[in-house]
């Protein structure tokens, strides 16, 4: 028997649950804002979690497209590198 593929729903519940386990939501802004910076990850965070509370909200009731998946994991995946290049989380 073969698993099925979740629909785009149940994909993005997943994508913000690994989004979650892997870059942390709630750093202090000292620990972001010290040193020599990358970029911002300050204006990272706040972009990723104002779209993750948008979808965590709205999935239930809009069915998001591949194109809304594939620009959270964008901006999720430019957001764990950011922080990786400024010492905020290790790969």
């Known amino acids: 028997m073969t698993e099925r593929k979740p629909n785009t ?3 993005m519940q997943r994508l ?3 989004i ?3 870059i942390p939501l709630n750093i202090a802004e000292a ?3 010290h040193g020599k910076c990358c970029g ?3 204006k990272m965070l706040e972009m990723l979690d104002s779209e993750l509370s948008y979808w965590r909200s709205a ?3 809009i069915t998001p497209g591949f ?3 594939k620009q959270l994991e964008k901006l999720a995946r430019r957001t764990h590198r950011l922080f990786c290049k400024n010492g905020l989380i290790t790969q």
């Open 9 to 11: 729903q149940q994909a």
């Open 16 to 18: 913000i649950s690994t």
């Open 20 to 22: 979650e386990q892997q």
């Open 31 to 33: 620990a972001m804002c």
């Open 40 to 42: 911002c990850p300050k």
């Open 59 to 61: 999935v239930q009731d």
């Open 67 to 69: 194109d809304d998946l």
